[in-house]
């Protein structure tokens, strides 16, 4: 499509000062600029060929060619606006105040200001404390506003400077052909000023280490790995941004008694032959306190009860989780005399009253050593 006439884009006369052409752009530019019309096509279109012609008719040499041969005459000179960011690349501060611009859009466009740096502590928990929730006073060293500079890095009696490199501005724009790249300054990095005399106790800095204690709340259910956010406790931003924040990791120590997995509780709870046999009710430990247990005639050993609700709580606010009762028989290592003969005279009926897995399970025995050329052998004396 044939390119209109950078005079008529801007609606101006071909006499118009640079005054006026800048004028007339600034009053496009807030008409159509993308910002201004989400999604609009057709005003996009209209912002790019604007900036077009204000890019000629604002550059003495280019407006004398383009008026002595038009279009064709700018040759490689010609812009090539790629998008809304190339435009605003090119025009640099145009679009950061006090240009044609002034504040309308360049608020929006600058480099936004930096958040200061995280900073990090240890917490470290019993068992019982994650379950409750708590609040621990924490240590923890980060960098504040140098107090002799106020933050400013400069030495008493002297000021930060504007960049001599970028005239203040922050970054520079380099060209190459027609491709322009904005970059941080590579003198001041971006601050926009220099510190000529620095202050002698944050060395031009601006910052200071101190050390800091601090109560932190640490929410119910939290477990080894998790961390707790403070928000606005780290460090201040170099150049009037938000703080950043502090993370607490959290470390859990081992449990004597319980076992955690998740928001599951395991305890293994040791009964005797005769609870496994005949059935008990016995206390089981729990964080909330003892909790009573009934243990059915005939349990096997390695058999799991579940108390719902006696776990470790949700940090995120879910339910809590279930404490898992793990049983086990406990073979005692010294008996007395009496239950010696107690635990005799029990082997002694059991062998006179085999049951039917067990004449099973010795028949199979039998069976495997006469096919492997072995002799009979009897079950247990």
Do not use: W
């Not at 999604?39 to 000629?56: I, L, M, Q």
């Amino acid at each position: 499509m044939a390119k209109r006439c950078y005079y008529e884009v801007l609606g101006v006369s071909r006499t118009a000062s640079e005054q006026e052409i800048a004028t007339a752009y600034r009053k496009l530019a807030v008409k159509y600029h993308p910002d201004a019309n989400p999604g609009d096509e057709t005003a996009a279109e209209r912002f790019k060929e604007a900036a077009e012609a204000y890019e000629v008719l604002s550059d003495a040499e280019k407006r004398s060619r383009y008026d002595q041969f038009g279009h064709s005459g700018l040759g490689d000179q010609a812009p090539q606006f790629h998008g809304v960011d190339d435009i605003l690349v090119a025009f640099g501060d145009l679009f950061g105040g006090g240009g044609v611009f002034g504040d309308l859009f360049g608020g929006g466009r600058r480099r936004r200001p930096r958040r200061g740096a995280d900073v990090r502590c240890d917490i470290d928990l019993s068992l019982e404390e994650a379950a409750a929730g708590t609040e621990k006073t924490v240590r923890f060293r980060r960098r504040a506003v140098c107090q002799a500079c106020r933050g400013s890095g400069a030495a008493e009696g002297s000021e930060r400077e504007p960049c001599s490199h970028c005239g203040g501005r922050g970054h520079v724009v380099q060209s190459a052909g027609i491709l322009r790249v904005q970059t941080a300054c590579p003198a001041c990095h971006g601050e926009g000023t220099i510190v000529r005399s620095p202050c002698r106790q944050c060395r031009g800095s601006g910052l200071e280490t101190e050390s800091v204690r601090l109560a932190v709340s640490v929410p119910p259910g939290v477990d080894t790995g998790n961390r707790v956010r403070v928000v606005g406790e780290g460090e201040p931003s170099p150049d009037g941004g938000p703080p950043g924040d502090l993370y607490c990791f959290v470390h859990v120590r081992d449990h004597p008694i319980f076992h955690r997995d998740g928001r599951q509780l395991i305890v293994e709870l040791p009964i005797t032959y005769s609870q496994a046999v005949l059935g008990a009710t016995v206390e089981v430990p729990a964080l909330q306190g003892p909790q009573s247990l009934t243990i059915p005639p005939g349990t096997p050993a390695h058999k799991s009860f579940i108390l719902r609700g006696l776990g470790m709580p949700d940090p995120r606010g879910g339910g809590a989780g279930d404490l898992i009762v793990k049983t086990y028989i406990e073979v005692p290592t010294r008996v007395s005399d009496e239950h010696r003969k107690l635990l005799e005279q029990l082997a002694e009926f059991e062998h006179a009253d085999v049951t039917s897995q067990r004449k099973s399970f010795f028949d199979k025995i039998k069976e495997y050593f006469v096919a492997h050329g072995g002799s009979e052998t009897s079950g247990p004396a």
